[in-house]
């Protein structure tokens, strides 16, 4: 069998995470109001890139793709972000 890769970033209060199979990314909203690309996953490139969307203590949900290909996410103060990705 396959063995699973191990990610190790500190992500508070993390989202459930959405993997982009195309771009080998993983996408994971934060309760700090950041919205985390996990790229070369449990490789030594491995690379956490954050954009910030409101506060620091608004929670980011869990991020999806549409048909377009854009990442949307909500945060608790009620505002949905659709982003171009990767960021």
Do not use: E, M
Not at 26 to 37: E, I, M, N
Not at 67 to 77: C, F, I
């Amino acid at each position: 069998g396959s063995t699973a890769a191990a990610v190790s970033v500190a992500v508070a209060g993390a989202s459930i995470p959405y993997f982009d199979g195309n771009g080998q990314r993983l996408y994971v909203g934060s309760a700090d109001g950041k919205l985390h690309q996990l790229s070369g996953i449990g490789t030594p490139s491995q690379a956490d890139t954050t954009v910030t969307l409101g506060s620091t203590t608004t929670a980011v949900g869990s991020p999806n793709t549409d048909a377009t290909g854009q990442l949307n996410v909500g945060t608790d103060d009620g505002t949905i972000y659709s982003l171009v990705i990767p960021y």
